[in-house]
């Protein structure tokens, strides 16, 4: 084979795993461009201090919850009010109403969802039981709280926003990651 | 003299093999082209069975033949073997049978690189068929195995589905490697890229593409595996995931995936239809440009398969205008086809049969495509019969009519045998009406409100899937016949002389057909 | 020769428009065309729909017409001279530019519609739409209703042992009833798959996600029952989960809310009644017929490999805690789902019915589940 030949082999043959870590890449670039165009419809997971948006005279929107469950995960979930009627740039909580209504011990995940999308990143998230994993006890229920608060640069024409958790049983993958835990530290 | 003498030398010496052995070991680029076009016919038939299954089911309202959740493994399976057994392959096999010959060169660049390429593909497929008897039963998520369905509610058979994708994955990257040392390395002193036929052109760029997307391809199917086995949750919301990243990254790979189903056809008919009008093919640069174009911009146009899952207002839009855009250059093609043949003197012999009715069905199917690319009318077509119908149009008197178009005017110089020509219309015939009855009411039932992928419809469907079904099974076995002229072909028939046709143009042409073994071994002398 | 060219141009896309034409006019005779639907947005996008439709036509008859010309005219017998001309570089750019500028003209009047689809604002009512495998579950916010809406086409239909009726596979259990000239908000999510929520008369099509909400809306002014369809590959039921919607006025819809409600507190109380087995049989029977019987068949046999048989298993035999334990939670692994969302009178009635049928009662500890017991499995355990 002739060097130009090779050279352009090289390239090539370089270019392939590139690319398949670009497709590797693509999962947090895909986070990336949301926040860097602005258009993240996918809220927050992480605490979010958001005191410089505290303000006093922020103007009315009604906040709906929604709850649902994912498959196989019976636990009794509802959020103790399906509508508050809020202001902007002020802290407010929620509470949700979760029962584990089965014969063993379970590990939640709440997994947050805010429509419209364009609302997403005025919703700032101080405390909620989606930062963690939720265990209960075979029947045992608890109220989770949410505290939060929706900045006043929230686009003009929204007046309503969504605030929808999912909950999941993650049970079991919690006690696969406790395994690896343990047998990590031996 | 010397020159003539040492030539027939060389056939003698290294003529090909004996035996069965010669086709698993060969290295020669015509063998390896007859593999492919041959293990693609295979999988067609293969294909064409399973969409005469699911015609059959959707003859009449009710389940009839198969169940709901065979019949959703049928069109999985249907899906992929079409695409990556079928067009894929058939493609690659014209590709190694013609591009050395129209570049000058005496093969491919990595000849051993090219045999393994082929012989994954059995393999692979061997492997996705035989997922049909294994417990669970075969993939049964589409072909666009969607998360989590494909992940967390998939049968067991899926860890072999990726497995198979991964080696598919594989051939047609290293025969893209392949195409691109070739083409860029090997062509004969006097063939700048400029002057190079539009064929190899088609498949310079299809094989760029392939080598930029299909690692994306096999990054999802891992990420799919992590997810089923390791724990990961790269779809599952649960672990801080998102089933639309899936989507994202597979039209990533997919819409580009779909310019590699078309961009080499589109070269086929460029070199027909220059051929039948007798007249040089109008505006050879800007069909260059044009396929350039169409490449491009296939990198940017991916979610506008996405458009019902809750992307934000500013997304859809860009995506909508940047989907209408690609309609700019493809036209541009087609009208220059339509210039070509303007005041030419045109013969109709089956290649160009083929060659015109894809100009003609691929236009409606491209401009269907413009009307899916409409937003809010799309909210209407997403999910329903009138996407099926779009891409069946570009898929089969598209992709497929090229292919064997390509086959009828290329066999000649393969095999030194002309094919019967009546036979040859006859099967053009009947695959041009079965292909018009099968797929054209699919728009009907589309815009009147057939979802896809549904086994069984409410009862104002009927009365076109029943057309569509007597459509289909008229082409279905319309390829027996075009199985029976080929083999024929092979076996015998007039004898072909090198230039075969009288407008042909390009330097397969100038060998003898049926061409020798090796072609080419010194460089021809270009002007 | 000009005319000639003329006359032919005009034979052969008049031929093609009006091939064209006829079936549209009569859209309605034949269902070949899009719906116009009901709402004013609706009906924007059949416009839409039309005026590319007709845009599309054009392109194709012109482009299309000039083919066949040639293909007429210029064959080597009529022709036998080519022509050499192979390029113009005015021609190109100048269907280059034209097209374009038809694009700009369809992009810009799409572009207004979409910006009006995305304008959501809250609605007067607002319903979460959940997609499970297979059947929608709708959740009225405002007036604390809920239940879920399955498909409710008999089997034997399906199958061909009984003919089928008008509104074969699009009718279902209980409709999704809004009430007329109000903005109705969906809020759409889904439990396991995607699934995908469209009514073709409201020009509303949105992907169910699981762990994700999708919005849409709608205001419809003229009562009817519209019907829609699950438009995402969802499984083996993806074709079998319809959609119903009725729209009716206001002073109905009242009705049938305080209807639900009733309905909601009856059942409270049938749960704490006393049942009999053959009650509690009768009522599993129809829950089994809506739920189970596509997976475990109504012979209950199952599919060999893949779904179970519930006669003579050991579980419906034997084991009745494991059954309600089952039934409450799902099976992890496999595709059998926790049917907890279900009432607790019809969970114990269908874990009933499984136990006794099919000649499981014979063979079995036939052992009955009421109603209490499954509140009982609800219970902290201390």
Known sequence: ????????????????????????????????????????????????????????????????????????????????????????????????????????????????????????????????????????????????????LVSNDLPSNIKNVILSYTIFDITDYNDEAMAHHEMGME | MSAVIENHHDDHHHGPAKGLTRWLYTTNHKDIGTLYLWFSFAMFLVGGAMAMIIRAELFQPGMQIVEPEFYNQMITLHGLIMIFGGVMPAFVGLANWLIPMQIGAPDMALPRMNNLSFWILPFAFFILLSSLFMEGGAPNFGWTFYAPLSTEYAPPSTTFFIFSVHIMGASSIMGSINVVVTIMNMRAPGISLMKMPLFVWSWLITAYLLIAVMPVLAGAVTMMLMDIHFGTSFFNAAGGGDPVLFQHIFWFFGHPE???????????????????????????????????????????????????????????????????????????????????????????????????????????????????????????????YFVVAHFHYVLVPGAIFSIMAAVYYWIPKWTGNMYDERLGRLHFWLSFIGVNVTFFPQHFIGLAGMPRRYPDYALQFADWNMVSSVGAFLFGFSQLLFLFIVLKTVMGGKKATGQVWEGAKGLEWSVASPAPYHTFSTPPKVD | MFFRFLRNFTKSSTLLLAFLLVPVINADWFALNMTRGITDISNEVFELHMLIFWICVAIGALVFAVMFYSMWAHTKKKNPVPATFHENHKLEIAWTIIPFLILIAMAVPASKTLVKIYDDEAGDINIQVTGYQWKWQYKYLEDDVSFFSNLST??????????????????????????????????????????????????IKQDAIPGFVNTAWTVVDTPGIYRGKCTELCGKNHGFMPIVVKVVEQEEYDLWVDNKRQEAIKLAELTTKDWSTEELVQRGQEVYEVNCVSCHMTDGQGISGIFPALAGSEIALYDKDRHIEILMEGVQGAAMNSFDYLSEVELAAVITYSRQAWGNAEKGDGEVVVPKDIVEYKEPKI
């Open chain 3, 154 to 203: 008999d089997l034997d239909e399906i199958y061909n042992l009984v003919p089928k009726g008008e509104n074969y596979l699009q009718e279902v259990d209980e409709m999704v009833v809004i009430p007329a000239g109000k903005k109705v908000r969906f809020l759409i999510t889904a439990n396991d798959v995607i699934h995908s929520w469209w009514v073709p008369a409201f020009a």
């Open chain 1, 1 to 148: 084979m002739n060097k130009g030949a090779k050279k352009t082999l090289t390239k090539l043959i370089i270019a392939v795993p590139l690319m398949f870590a670009f497709g590797f890449a693509l999962v947090p670039l895909y986070d990336v461009f949301c926040e860097a165009l602005g258009i993240n419809g996918k809220p927050s997971s992480k605490p979010e201090q958001s005191d410089e948006f505290v303000i006093d005279n922020g103007r009315p929107i009604a906040l709906q919850f929604i709850s649902t469950n994912n498959k196989n995960m019976p636990w009794t979930f509802e959020p103790s009010e399906q509508v508050m009627k809020i202001e902007t740039g002020k802290y407010h909580t929620a509470t949700f109403y979760v029962k584990n209504t089965t014969n063993r011990k379970m590990v939640a995940q709440a997994v947050p969802s805010v429509a419209p999308s364009n609302a997403a990143a005025h919703l700032k998230k101080l405390e909620c039981f989606c930062f963690e994993q939720q265990e209960l006890m075979p029947g045992e229920d608890a109220l989770l709280p949410v505290k939060l």
């Open chain 2, 258 to 384: 779909v310019y590699i189903m078309i961009l080499p056809a589109f070269g086929i008919v460029s070199h027909i239809i220059e051929t039948f009008s007798r007249k040089q093919l109008f505006g050879h640069s800007s069909m260059v440009w044009a396929m350039l174009s169409i490449a491009i911009l296939s990198f940017v146009v991916w979610a506008h398969h996405m458009f019902t899952v809750g992307l934000p207002l500013a997304a859809e839009i860009f995506f909508m205008w940047a989907t209408m855009l690609i309609a700019v250059p493809t036209g541009v093609k087609v009208f220059n086809w339509v210039a070509t043949m303007f005041r030419g003197s045109i013969s109709f012999e089956t290649p160009m049969l083929f060659a015109v009715a894809f100009v003609v069905l691929f236009t409606i199917g491209g401009l269907s495509g413009l009307m899916l690319a409409i937003v809010p009318a799309d909210f209407q077509y997403h999910d329903t």
